[in-house]
C-alpha cells in the first residue's frame, strides 16, 4: 500500500488509471490501525487493485473534496471516474469480496 504525498493527490488522482482504491485514515486511529491490517490480508488475496493511503490529516482539501464523513474510509475509483465510498469494516472476508467486485469493473 503506497502513502500517498500531499503535494501528489490531486495529480494521482485525476491520472490513475481504474479501478484502483484509496484507504483514507489518520495514524492515531485504532480502527484505521485495524482496517489497514485487514486490507493487507485482503491484497495478498485480492492483488488485482492497487490500493493506497492517505493520510486525511495531511490532506484536508482532498477530505472536502471527496467530502470524507469519517475514517477509517476505503473509496473505490472506478472506470467510468465514478467514486464509491465504504466506511464498514466488519471482516476480511468482506474486504476480499468488495476488492473483487471493484476490480471485476475495469
Same mark, same amino acid.
Given at each position: 500500500?503506497?502513502? *500517498? &504525498?500531499?503535494?501528489? *493527490?490531486?495529480?494521482? *488522482?485525476?491520472? @490513475?488509471? #481504474?479501478?484502483? #482504491?484509496?484507504?483514507?485514515?489518520?495514524?492515531?486511529?485504532?480502527?484505521?490501525?485495524?482496517?489497514?491490517?485487514?486490507? &493487507?490480508?485482503?491484497?495478498?488475496?485480492?492483488?488485482?487493485?492497487?490500493?493506497?493511503? #492517505? %493520510?486525511? %490529516?495531511?490532506?484536508?482539501?482532498?477530505?472536502?473534496?471527496?467530502?470524507?464523513?469519517?475514517?477509517?474510509?476505503?473509496?473505490?475509483?472506478?472506470?467510468?471516474?465514478? *467514486?464509491?465510498?465504504?466506511?464498514?469494516?466488519? @471482516?476480511?472476508? &468482506?474486504?476480499?469480496?468488495?476488492?473483487?467486485?471493484? @476490480? &471485476?469493473?475495469?
Amino acid at each position: 500500500m503506497r502513502e *500517498w &504525498e500531499p503535494a501528489n *493527490w490531486k495529480r494521482d *488522482w485525476t491520472f @490513475s488509471p #481504474a479501478p484502483f #482504491a484509496l484507504f483514507v485514515h489518520t495514524p492515531l486511529c485504532g480502527t484505521c490501525k485495524a482496517v489497514r491490517r485487514m486490507l &493487507e490480508v485482503a491484497t495478498e488475496i485480492v492483488p488485482d487493485i492497487p490500493i493506497m493511503a #492517505a %493520510n486525511v %490529516n495531511h490532506m484536508p482539501d482532498m477530505a472536502q473534496k471527496f467530502q470524507i464523513e469519517s475514517v477509517p474510509c476505503l473509496m473505490f475509483k472506478r472506470k467510468d471516474g465514478t *467514486w464509491h465510498k465504504q466506511y464498514r469494516f466488519p @471482516s476480511v472476508t &468482506e474486504l476480499v469480496d468488495r476488492l473483487r467486485i471493484e @476490480s &471485476e469493473n475495469k
